[in-house]
């Protein structure tokens, strides 16, 4: 049986372990008061609409209800009340959100992990591959600056840019920027695949470079043989690019066999290891996300921010939970 | 004559300030009475000094222009319909001209729409940046990529940057390379964007005329004929579609799912791909289709392009001689010059391809199955699925082809299809059921 968070747990978290600092470095203070907020408070009672004045207000709230689960939405030119909901009022801003869950890789996840809470070091590697990915496209390709990485306490990773740019975006900006990062659509069924992009150069060579090298660090010689490689063309590839400190385009070409169809090669490469991002929460500007610094219920971790020079080390085995803690 | 913010726009362009138009409703209402005429006909025209005309006979022409264009703005500020057949018709002569303008004019118009610093070339932008060489760098100086189209490429194969904000459908689809925010592409790439920034300005101007045109019944009742006529143009206009068009969001290029096409559009592609040609009236039916759908002129060349030379050898002279030309007919720059909308089910069933008016029945269940294969990835068994394939083919067989349609939807998307009349209102109900598009329910005002 695994064990579930209760109130007596909750209480004890929230009275003297519950951290404010990582929602406030998320959110910032400006604005608090006209900040959304929702709330998992029992089973089956969720609670949005929900603004608070000042941080202690927000913080006797969660003292006095002990919420399973707690979320974050956007600023609108009012705190938001049960009276007075997010659909009457205007919308102001949003942090920039994607959301990368390795629900959306069971197709290619070659662990036991499906359908379980449980993350191996095999599968985590994508969510990893991902954020890194996220990571230098939103830098490089669309020149933001203020990002920051949350594990989202199960098996997903959530990314907050910052840059005053992102906040404003609207829903159509931002599904276009979801769109320019996607490359698989469908994903949980037929598994769509795109051809890689010819015009947007930077994403491509970008799919080459880290994309492939993973796939390559990840990939077993049958599978290479299966695409076409000879066995000793398949051993020579991983060590070949094993060997790369700095994998390029040039170096990728040089990866494939004359014979070997190369369309073949990229498409594997893009299906497995692909980043695979959930759109609905990039492009919802009133959705709510879980606030860095809480504990998800489901698994009793706690939702935490990841040092940005620590992507590549982070481990949700060494994330807490609630059970450590108090 | 006037300029904006600095940037000196064309004459032809009529989002600029015109200055000495003195407002006179009741001597516009002719002008405004003309260029309803003009647009019913779908005709494109140019406004273009030649230089035999004398400076005062060029203002003349250029104010009754603005003249008509401005009074129907008035006219349609009270009714989103009318406001919408009329952004639509603009923004298509906008299109034309700005297609027909001289290179220094597109920057210009665009400059105004996108404001200047957000429209760059590349040299200021790398002035912005602080980089230099950024074409050479990613490779980009590339004058064969763009020499396959003829279509005025020596005007527009230079690169400009645009801010990503601006340009969600080329950020969408990737065609434009994305450095630190700016996409960087050919000029034509965003033709595209800077039609529906126009529109965008145009709606909006629109719409800030409403409490004016409100609180003033004298101008409301000049304004009585010139709606009544727009309102008899626009119902059959919106009746030939079953919904408000011009409401295609960018972002996503709904072009590209295939898998939401009724299965007349996806016969056309697959035969098409296998064949790489298609039969004038059925190019003709496709073609317009995906037209409507908000694919440019420039990516339905590359598209038709793609197939053909792929499949079959074509080279590209032969190309161009074969095809190119007719595409662009469809976008009305060829030939009697119209602009034409793509036919409806009825016409489409008597004339062009209908997968349920002319294939044999027995055929049919194969269609049916690619399409769920397509949605889903996979031939699996739907609810209901042999009675649906029998209802299918009894309406096939007592000559009821809209009918069988309607039941495919029906099976195919698991919800039935109020109204069917034209392969549109198939691609938006599939749109709206993948959540692509948004229902429209009790409009804000
Ligand atoms: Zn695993």
Redo the contacts with the bound molecule.
């Keep these: 049986m695994e064990k579930t968070v209760n109130k007596e747990d909750l209480r004890k978290f929230y009275e003297s372990i519950f951290d404010l600092k990582p929602l406030i470095k998320a959110i910032g203070l400006t604005d608090f008061e006209r900040r959304e907020f929702g709330f998992l408070l029992s089973k089956d009672v969720f609670s949005r609409n929900l603004s608070f004045k000042t941080l202690s207000d927000f913080k006797n709230f969660i003292l006095e209800k002990l919420p399973l689960q707690q979320f974050v939405g956007a600023v609108y030119d009012q705190g938001p009340t049960f009276s007075n909901p997010i659909q009457k009022l205007n919308w102001s801003y949003r942090e920039f959100i994607f959301d990368v869950d ?1 629900d959306a890789y069971d197709m290619v ?6 359908g379980s809470k ?7 590697s994508l969510a990893q591959d991902a954020a890194l990915f996220l990571d230098e496209t939103l830098r490089i390709d669309f020149g933001f600056e203020d990002l920051i990485f949350v594990f989202s306490g199960r098996r997903g990773i959530h990314c907050w840019v910052r840059d005053h740019v992102a906040k404003e975006l609207d829903s159509e900006q931002r599904s276009a920027i979801v769109s320019y990062l996607t490359m698989i659509t469908d994903e949980k069924r037929s598994q769509k695949l795109e051809e890689i992009p010819k015009y947007a150069k930077l994403l491509r060579d970008r799919v080459f470079q880290k994309i492939a090298k993973s796939f390559f660090l990840n990939v077993s010689k049958k599978d290479l043989n299966l695409l076409g490689f000879r066995p000793e063309e398949a051993e020579k590839a991983i060590e070949f690019v094993e060997s790369k400190e700095k994998f390029s385009p040039e170096n990728y070409y040089k990866t494939i066999p004359e014979h070997v169809d190369p369309k073949r090669v990229s498409m594997a490469i893009v299906l497995g290891r692909y980043p695979r991002l959930d759109k609905p929460v990039t492009s919802d500007i009133r959705r709510l996300l879980r606030i860095p610094g809480s504990v998800h219920s489901a698994t009793g971790k706690i939702c935490t921010i990841i040092d940005s020079h620590k992507l590549e080390n982070f481990s949700p085995k060494d994330v807490p939970t609630i059970w450590d803690l108090i | 004559m006037g300029s904006s913010e600095g940037v000196i726009l064309p004459d032809w362009f009529l989002l600029k300030h015109v200055s000495g138009l003195d407002f006179d409703p009741e001597a516009w209402v002719g002008l405004a009475d003309e260029r309803i005429e003009r647009f019913s006909r779908r005709e494109r025209w140019l406004l273009r000094r030649s230089s035999a005309v004398f400076e005062d006979e060029w203002l003349l022409l250029v104010k009754r222009e603005f003249a008509g264009h401005v009074l129907l703005r008035l006219a349609v500020s009270e009714d989103e319909r009318l406001a919408s057949w009329l952004v639509e018709n603009e923004g298509d002569l906008f299109e034309y001209r700005f297609r027909a303008a001289l290179n220094k004019e597109k920057l210009q118009v665009m400059r105004f729409l996108f404001g200047k610093d957000k429209m760059l070339s590349i040299n200021d932008l790398e002035k912005v940046l602080g980089e230099e060489n950024i074409l050479k760098r990613f490779g980009l100086y590339t004058p064969s990529r763009v020499r396959h189209f003829r279509s005025g490429i020596e005007e527009s194969s230079g690169y400009v940057a645009i801010y990503f904000t601006d340009v969600p459908d080329v950020i969408g689809s990737k065609r434009a390379l994305l450095y630190k925010g700016w996409a960087i592409a050919p000029l034509f790439v965003f033709f595209g964007s800077i039609k529906r920034k126009f529109e965008a300005l145009l709606r909006e101007k629109i719409k800030k005329l409403q409490d004016r045109v409100a609180g003033e019944p004298a101008l409301q009742e000049k304004l009585k004929a010139i709606r009544d006529k727009l309102r008899k143009i626009a119902k059959k206009y919106s009746s030939d579609f079953g919904f408000e068009p011009g409401e295609i969001p960018s972002g996503t290029p709904l072009f590209n799912r295939v898998d939401l096409m009724p299965p007349c559009m996806q016969e056309l592609i697959m035969i098409l791909s296998k064949k790489g040609h298609l039969e004038h009236g059925e190019r003709f039916q496709l073609g317009l289709f995906l037209k409507r759908l908000g694919m440019s002129l420039e990516d339905q060349l590359r598209f038709w392009y793609d197939q053909a030379v792929d499949n079959i050898g074509l080279n590209y002279e032969e190309f161009t001689r074969k095809v190119e030309y007719i595409i662009r007919h469809l976008y009305g720059l060829e030939g009697s010059k119209i602009d034409y909308s793509p036919p409806k089910c009825k016409t489409i069933a008597e004339s062009y391809f209908c997968t349920f008016a002319h294939k044999d029945p027995e055929e049919v269940e194969k269609t049916v199955l690619s399409m769920i294969r397509l949605r889903s990835g996979e031939e699996k068994t739907l609810k209901n699925y042999e009675n649906f394939i029998a209802k299918i083919k009894s309406d096939m067989v007592s000559g009821k082809p809209v009918l069988a349609c309607k039941t495919a939807f029906h099976l195919v998307f698991d919800k039935p299809l109020k109204h069917l009349s034209h392969p549109l209102q198939w691609f938006y109900q599939a749109a709206k059921k993948e959540g692509l598009l948004e229902e429209k329910n009790n409009k804000e005002k």
């Design positions: 390795l996840r070659h662990c036991d992990c499906k449980q993350v191996c070091e095999d599968c985590w």
